[in-house]
C-alpha cells in the first residue's frame, strides 16, 4: 500500500512538471529573428488567457533605448487590463505590463544620455512582461546605485502617482490630514511614505484587516474596511480630513465626499471595485456606477470641496506629460537617496507564475508590490507525500483491535500556499 502511495506521488510530480513545461514550450516563432520569452494575454477574460511564449525580439528605434529587463511591476490595473473592463483596451493579442527595470543594452540612433550598461526603469505603454523592452528615452530614468531592481519595478508607478496626487492635485502641506484606501498595497505605502515627508500630517488608513499588524506602523489611524470608517473617522476628526485618495469606486465616493473638509479635496485614481470574479462582471459593474453619489456641481461650490481624477499612465501616453514627470521623479530619487522613502516590495514571482501572482493581487492579498523577476526560474510545485497513519480501532466486529490505515492527505500548491484554484483531498484508503 505504501508502495501504490509514493508510485502516486512520483506520477502526480511528473504530471505537473509536463503540464509546467507543455505551457513554458508553447511558443510562437517568428522567422529567423532573435526571440524572447513574454507573457501573452491571447484574449480578455480569466487567468488561462495568459501564457508564457516566444516573440520576436523588438530592436531601439530613434530616441529610444533597448532594456534588457530584470524585473516588472503587476498592478491591480494589469488585472483590469486582463478582464477587459478598462476603457478602449488594445485589441489582443498582447503583452501587458508598464514597468519594468533592467539594463540597457543597445541604444537606438539620436539617442542621447544613457549608455550600454546603464541600470534603469522605465514606464511603458504595454510590452513590460517580457525579456526585453524598447522604450522612448523620455520614458526611461537612471536607478540609484543602491537601489535594487526589484525596488525599482517597485517605484516607478508607484510613487510618482502617490507624488502627483498629494503634491500636484491635492497641494499636501504641514498639519493637514490624509485618508487612503487599500492603505496596504504598493501605491498605500507609497503614499503613507511620503506624507511622513511632511511636519503633522496625520494620515487615515483602511485595509483588510489580516494586514493591520504588518502595516500598523505607517500610518496614524488604522481601519477594517469592512467596518463603518466614516464614523471612526469622525470619532478622531470631526470635522473630517483634508484628502481622500481613492482607489475603489462604487459607494465610497460618497462617503470620502462626506468626509472632506471645507477645501479638502478627494482623488479618485481606481476602480477596484468593479472587479470581483475571475473575469468581467456586468453585474459588478453596474453596481459600482450605480452607487457612486451623483455629483452635484452647485452643492460642490456651497461646500467649498474639490472633485478630481488621476490617471498617471494617460498623463503620461495620452497627454504628454513627461517631462512634469520627469521633474517628480527626480524628487523623489533624492527622497530615496536620502533615505526617507523605499519601496516595499511584496514578493517575486517568475514570467511562469503570472497566473499565481494575478491571483494573490485579486484576493487583495498582497502588502507592497508584486514583482515578476523574469531571470527567476518557476519554483516547482511542492506535492506532499502521502501520510500513512496506523491507529488501533478497538471497535471491530469480533471485539479485537483492528488497524486503519489512512492517508491523511495529499496536497498540491505553489509556493507552499494553499490559493483559492489549488486542491486538498483527505482519502480513506481502507481498514485492516
Not at 93 to 119: A, H, M, Q, W, Y
Not at 131 to 155: I, Q, R
Not at 286 to 304: H, T
Request: glycine share 8%; proline share 5%; net charge neutral.
Amino acid at each position: 500500500m505504501a508502495k501504490e502511495g509514493a508510485d502516486m506521488t512520483e506520477e502526480t510530480e511528473y504530471m505537473i512538471d509536463k503540464n509546467v513545461k507543455k505551457e513554458i514550450d508553447n511558443v510562437e516563432t517568428s522567422g529567423n529573428a532573435k526571440e524572447m520569452r513574454a507573457v501573452i494575454l491571447s484574449g480578455f477574460g480569466g487567468l488561462n488567457k495568459l501564457r508564457v511564449t516566444k516573440k520576436a525580439m523588438p530592436e531601439p528605434q530613434d530616441g529610444e533605448v533597448k532594456i534588457r529587463v530584470k524585473t516588472c511591476g503587476l498592478n491591480f490595473l494589469d488585472l483590469m487590463v486582463r478582464q477587459g473592463t478598462i476603457d478602449n483596451p488594445p485589441k489582443p493579442p498582447l503583452v501587458p505590463g508598464f514597468e519594468c527595470s533592467g539594463i540597457v543594452e543597445s541604444v537606438g540612433e539620436n539617442t542621447k544620455g544613457f549608455e550600454i550598461g546603464d541600470r534603469v526603469m522605465a514606464f511603458v505603454n504595454y510590452n513590460a512582461w517580457a525579456e526585453v523592452v524598447c522604450a522612448p528615452v523620455d520614458f526611461v530614468y537612471k536607478m540609484p546605485d543602491e537601489m535594487t531592481f526589484a525596488e525599482a519595478a517597485a517605484f516607478s508607478l508607484n510613487f510618482v502617482a502617490a507624488y502627483m496626487m498629494l503634491f500636484e492635485v491635492a497641494n499636501l502641506r504641514e498639519g493637514m490630514s490624509v485618508l487612503v484606501h487599500s492603505v496596504g498595497g504598493g501605491v498605500g505605502q507609497a503614499v503613507a511614505q511620503l506624507c511622513s515627508t511632511v511636519p503633522n500630517v496625520t494620515v487615515f488608513g483602511i485595509a483588510s484587516c489580516f494586514k493591520h499588524a504588518a502595516i500598523r506602523d505607517s500610518v496614524a489611524h488604522l481601519f477594517d474596511r469592512n467596518v463603518d470608517y466614516i464614523q471612526e473617522v469622525k470619532k478622531i476628526s470631526p470635522e473630517g480630513v483634508d484628502i481622500v485618495l481613492d482607489c475603489l469606486c462604487g459607494e465610497n465616493t460618497g462617503k470620502g465626499l462626506s468626509l472632506l473638509k471645507p477645501l479638502g479635496t478627494y482623488i479618485l485614481y481606481g476602480a477596484s471595485n468593479m472587479v470581483t470574479g475571475e473575469t468581467k462582471s456586468f453585474f459588478s459593474f453596474a453596481k459600482s456606477w450605480w452607487q457612486v453619489e451623483k455629483v452635484n456641481p452647485i452643492k460642490l461650490y456651497e461646500e467649498n470641496k474639490v472633485i478630481a481624477g488621476f490617471s498617471l499612465l494617460n498623463l503620461l501616453f495620452k497627454q504628454g506629460r513627461c517631462g512634469l514627470v520627469k521633474s517628480v521623479m527626480d524628487k523623489l530619487l533624492c527622497l530615496y537617496e536620502e533615505k526617507k522613502i523605499k519601496p516595499v516590495v511584496d514578493s517575486l514571482w517568475a514570467l511562469e507564475e503570472v497566473k499565481e501572482a494575478m491571483q494573490r493581487i485579486h484576493d487583495r492579498g498582497n502588502i507592497g508590490k508584486l514583482i515578476l523577476d523574469v531571470e527567476k526560474s518557476p519554483t516547482p510545485l511542492h506535492v506532499f507525500n502521502p501520510v500513512f497513519l496506523l491507529s488501533p480501532q478497538p471497535v471491530a466486529a469480533d471485539g479485537r483491535p483492528s488497524l486503519s490505515l489512512v492517508l491523511l492527505e495529499v496536497s498540491s500548491c505553489y509556493k507552499g500556499v494553499f490559493p483559492s484554484h489549488c486542491h486538498r483531498k483527505c482519502l480513506l484508503i481502507g481498514v485492516i
